[in-house]
């Protein structure tokens, strides 16, 4: 008994000691503006608006001097413990998967891989945490300068996580590449240390997420129904408010038919020393109202940092 | 009498010995508290090579010599517990590599070591021009005391590198 005991403890511990949180990925992005600035664009009518949107392939396949400049901020992150997924090859990963799929039928019936809309709408490039980059190749006269911006945004709670901007020394004449170079020499120890700061916070008052309820249009109660005398949206409120990180979390919108929750911050580790993400978290809350009070929902999640839950079924 | 003169000739060679050896001694501590109260201030010179801070170290002391031999230990000393300022030639200022203000104090045992004459700091400085002093570089301060430039590369990678491997600072992937 006592043998089985030292185990288990020695198990707990063990976990807990060795447990790492879910690690976030991070992709340089070309901001909108750089795209747009050297006409990397699509333009398409949308129930006649013209819409704008990034080419990021185009993008890639004309500029060498963005390929160095990824090159490098990536170079720089890896050496940091922090390799950065590259979006080039995320597109190419995207294009290909999505051949194969189309290509794919079952040996025995026939049947294609099923995909549906969702499906096909989140099959993007993309990263917990994207690093925006934007550049400008400034000339006064014979004089060459280059401003820098890189910021770093949460691609669920929409926040600027990190950030490194400015402006070059003017050179007469040090080539575009050089001055290049210079500037993520430059910036890239100020935004690796704020990042680290927003990591240092993340694990001092737990991962931020948002977190959002929402009904199927056939269920015929809402979150102002009352269960037990209580109404659903308070009971809702008052499980976060119990399992949140020091309780932290702001109701920005809450009605009959939808509740959204933001800043809700999560502990990055369950009860058995596990790292969590949105999804893990907001399966307890799923679990109860399914269980307690008898509400079928189904869970919807978005990578590390968001999760829906849609009452009234699955 | 030739036994007597005998004894003061030892006597003497060994007062001679011993004023020598704490003359040196002197002259250690002299050097090492002229610029052991980390009284210096950094400039930024020019974004250095991959890896690398470039700057300018002015440090204190009554002999000039003394603050260029120690202008090194300052230099990153600066790196870990200072950072620099914003200078010329469009160089970004630049955030120490310690995030904690009590770091120092609360790793006294590692820094003492690593600060140490001959310590393990020598591994990632370097002085540029070997540590040649331009003419401006070399100020009187008061009638005792210069101030000294010296221009330094400080490999700013190894030395993160050193101390997140002994523990000291976190590394941007621990938790992870």
Known sequence: ?314 | MKKHIKSIVIVLIAVFAFSLNSNAQRRKNKKTKDTHEWRYELDCMSTGKQGTYLVKVWSYSKKPRFAIEKAKRNAVHGVIFKGFAAGKQGCKSQKPLARNSNLESEKEDFFTDFFKEGGKYMKFVTASNDGAIAAGDRLKVSKRLYKIGVVIAVNKDELRKELENAGIIKGLDAGF
């Open chain 1, 1 to 314: 008994m006592r043998k089985i005991f030292i185990t288990l403890l020695f198990i707990a511990l063990t976990n807990s000691v060795f447990a790492q949180a879910k690690k976030p990925t991070l992709m340089v992005v070309p901001s909108d503006v750089l795209c747009n600035q050297n006409g990397w664009m699509k333009t398409f009518n949308n129930q006649g608006t013209i819409v704008k949107v990034p080419d990021y392939k185009r993008a890639f396949q004309e500029s060498t001097y963005l390929l160095l400049v990824i090159s490098k901020i990536n170079q720089l992150m890896a050496d940091r413990g922090f390799p950065l997924k590259n979006m080039e090859s995320a597109i190419k990963t995207l294009e290909s998967n999505a051949a194969e799929n189309a290509m794919r039928s079952s040996k025995e019936t026939g049947a294609s891989v099923n995909e549906s809309p969702i499906d096909q709408l989140k099959a993007i490039a993309k990263a917990d945490i994207i690093l925006q980059l934007t550049l400008t190749l400034n000339k006064t006269g014979p004089k060459k300068s280059i401003t820098f911006n890189l910021q770093g945004l949460d691609s669920y709670t929409d926040k600027q996580v990190a950030s490194a901007s400015g402006t070059g020394a003017p050179s007469f004449s040090a080539e575009i590449p050089v001055l290049l170079e210079e500037a993520v020499l430059s910036h890239m120890d100020n935004f690796s240390s704020s990042l680290q700061t927003h990591f240092d916070d993340m694990f001092a008052n737990g991962r931020e997420v948002i977190v959002r309820i929402q009904k199927w249009d056939d269920w015929d109660e809402d979150l102002e129904t009352e269960y037990g005398g209580e109404e659903l949206g308070t009971i809702i409120e008052d499980w976060l408010a119990d399992n949140t990180v020091k309780g932290r979390f702001s109701t920005t919108d809450m009605t009959e038919d939808m509740a959204l929750f933001e800043q809700v911050r999560i502990p990055l580790f369950n009860e058995k020393g596990r790292a969590i993400d949105a999804r893990r978290f907001v399966k307890k809350l799923s679990k109860v109202l399914k269980k307690t009070h008898q509400i079928p929902n189904k869970l919807v999640m978005k990578g590390l940092g968001r999760a829906t839950i849609i009452l009234g079924g699955k």
